[in-house]
Nanobody
Framework: EVRLVESGGGLVQAGGSLRLSCAAS????????INWFRQAPGKEREGVAWLSSSDGNTYYADSVKGRFTISSDNAKNTVYLQMNSLNVEDTAVYYC??????????????????WGQGTQVTVSS
């Protein structure tokens, strides 16, 4: 059974940091890329960070560039999202999603095969 389980969300003050984790089971990061998305209340789900598992290439949404870092630990089959300098606009439910690594930089959420349940990140001013 394929599963993605996010953890690490919570309440943090503006300027603070959080690290999200996405633990995968049922497949390996050798074949799949796991990327991060978020959805704020009343808004569409948007891509945040992308990571190619084959060559380590990354890409970030402009809104998080320079503040967020996506990384992976293949031995643990886990992908991380380090979030620094958080602001209230970062408040959202954060999701990880998996796609064949051949299409690692896919932005369309409809193309993703597997999704986690989401973890809430709330940034207070």
């Amino acid at each position: 059974e394929v599963r993605l389980v996010e953890s690490g969300g919570g309440l943090v003050q503006a300027g603070g940091s959080l690290r999200l984790s996405c633990a995968a089971s049922g497949f390996t990061l050798d074949d799949y890329a796991i990327n991060w998305f978020r959805q704020a209340p009343g808004k569409e789900r948007e891509g945040v960070a992308w990571l190619s598992s084959s060559d380590g290439n990354t890409y970030y949404a402009d809104s998080v560039k320079g503040r967020f870092t996506i990384s992976s630990d293949n031995a643990k089959n886990t992908v991380y999202l380090q979030m620094n300098s958080l602001n209230v606009e970062d408040t959202a439910v954060y999701y990880c999603a998996a796609i064949s690594d051949s299409y690692w930089y896919t932005r369309s959420i409809d193309e993703y095969e597997y999704w986690g349940q989401g973890t809430q990140v709330t940034v207070s001013s």
